[in-house]
């Protein structure tokens, strides 16, 4: 148990791509034992299970969040669970019911017990065909073509009304892609830029699916950390909003990327094949103006596509070399 006085940590979805990263970077600045990493179904990592406490729990079930909550005195929730775009496209009611009822969930907990700040990620999911794709503004209309972002906005706009009416202070990013050396992401339209780069360094050839001039808004996983952990520590006289906050870190197309690759590996191929994470991509932005998340609380990225492709290649190719990859 957490000695009183410390931030006591929740984190679900803590073995997807991005948890599994953020529980870890929030265990050293905690504390490994004030962060509780939870997981439905995936295997942790040896360091995640380890280095801290892991519980299996379905999110869905509000009793069995409850009960971790209870245990662990826990104060702070970073909700992450989630079912992602292309896997949402393939059975949407899964995602709905996902993605909605576990966010009810713990809004409901934090209501009624008091939390004292709750994490949920939105995605440029959130925007639609009918959005101004190049610097998609923070204000703008919003009407997704999937079932993932329908539940995106649907969950700001949930998020937004538990603050106004019951105090809850929820905050949240529109996530752009996200690109890490660590976890594979599972079943997300910007995949391909992770894959990408293992299949570069281990078979020298990629077969992308998205065509080789589609530009989607991408961000590093120290970025994505970053911008997620500066949020919940802003005072919150700082923070404006309670639905999503844009924020951005680079565009590229997917033959940029691939071209940055092959300096590091000039023999790399990559084809280009389109299936039906094609269609997503183009009615997502090309690119964000996050202005309003670097003028009220300070946001600002620290890498770009030639900084994140050198040391994603350095990490992986440490990782191969050692058997790991």
């Given at each position: 148990?957490?000695?009183?006085?410390?931030?006591?940590?929740?984190?679900?979805?803590?073995?997807?791509?991005?948890?599994?990263?953020?529980t870890?970077?929030?265990?050293?600045k905690?504390?490994?034992?004030?962060?509780?990493?939870?997981?439905?179904?995936?295997?942790?990592?040896?360091?995640l299970f380890?280095?801290?406490?892991?519980?299996?729990?379905?999110?869905?079930?509000k009793?069995?969040?409850?009960?971790?909550?209870?245990?662990?005195?826990?104060?702070?929730?970073?909700?992450?669970?989630?079912?992602?775009?292309?896997t949402?496209?393939?059975?949407?009611?899964?995602?709905?019911?996902?993605?909605?009822?576990?966010?009810?969930?713990?809004?409901?907990?934090?209501?009624?017990?008091?939390?004292?700040r709750?994490?949920?990620?939105?995605?440029?999911?959130?925007f639609?065909?009918?959005?101004?794709?190049v610097?998609?503004?923070?204000?703008?209309?919003?009407?997704?073509?999937?079932?993932?972002?329908?539940?995106?906005?649907?969950?700001?706009?949930?998020?937004?009304?538990?603050?106004?009416?019951?105090?809850?202070?929820?905050?949240?990013?529109?996530?752009?892609?996200i690109?890490?050396?660590?976890v594979?992401?599972?079943?997300?339209?910007?995949?391909?830029?992770?894959?990408?780069f293992?299949e570069?360094?281990?078979?020298?050839r990629y077969?992308?699916?998205?065509?080789?001039?589609?530009v989607?808004?991408?961000?590093?996983?120290?970025?994505?950390?970053?911008?997620?952990?500066?949020?919940m520590?802003?005072?919150?006289?700082?923070?404006?909003?309670?639905?999503?906050?844009?924020?951005?870190?680079?565009?590229?197309?997917?033959?940029?990327?691939?071209?940055?690759i092959?300096?590091?590996?000039?023999?790399?191929k990559?084809?280009?094949?389109?299936?039906?994470?094609?269609?997503?991509?183009?009615?997502?932005?090309?690119?964000?103006?996050?202005?309003?998340?670097?003028?009220?609380?300070?946001w600002?990225p620290?890498?770009?596509?030639?900084?994140?492709?050198?040391?994603?290649?350095?990490?992986?190719?440490?990782?191969?070399?050692?058997?790991?990859?």
């Amino acid at each position: 148990m957490p000695a009183k006085g410390t931030k006591r940590i929740l984190v679900t979805g803590a073995t997807g791509q991005i948890g599994s990263e953020l529980t870890l970077d929030l265990r050293k600045k905690y504390g490994n034992d004030n962060v509780v990493a939870v997981g439905h179904s995936r295997k942790p990592s040896d360091e995640l299970f380890n280095s801290g406490p892991f519980e299996f729990i379905d999110a869905n079930e509000k009793e069995s969040v409850e009960k971790i909550v209870e245990k662990y005195d826990v104060d702070t929730i970073y909700h992450l669970a989630a079912v992602l775009s292309a896997t949402g496209e393939q059975n949407p009611q899964l995602a709905w019911k996902v993605n909605m009822s576990s966010l009810y969930n713990v809004l409901e907990i934090a209501k009624e017990r008091n939390i004292f700040r709750v994490f949920w990620p939105s995605s440029i999911a959130a925007f639609g065909p009918t959005a101004p794709r190049v610097k998609t503004p923070q204000e703008t209309v919003l009407t997704p073509g999937t079932m993932y972002g329908v539940t995106k906005v649907a969950g700001e706009l949930l998020c937004n009304y538990y603050f106004i009416k019951f105090g809850v202070d929820v905050r949240s990013v529109r996530y752009p892609g996200i690109i890490s050396s660590e976890v594979l992401p599972t079943g997300g339209t910007t995949d391909y830029a992770v894959a990408i780069f293992y299949e570069a360094i281990k078979n020298k050839r990629y077969t992308c699916f998205v065509r080789e001039d589609t530009v989607l808004p991408m961000m590093y996983m120290p970025d994505c950390i970053k911008a997620t952990i500066d949020l919940m520590e802003a005072d919150l006289s700082r923070i404006k909003r309670h639905d999503g906050y844009n924020v951005a870190g680079m565009s590229f197309s997917a033959g940029e990327l691939a071209a940055e690759i092959k300096k590091y590996i000039p023999e790399f191929k990559c084809d280009y094949k389109p299936d039906f994470r094609q269609e997503i991509a183009d009615s997502w932005p090309m690119s964000i103006d996050d202005s309003v998340a670097r003028r009220e609380w300070g946001w600002k990225p620290e890498y770009n596509l030639a900084a994140m492709t050198k040391d994603m290649i350095a990490k992986l190719s440490k990782r191969f070399a050692e058997g790991n990859l």
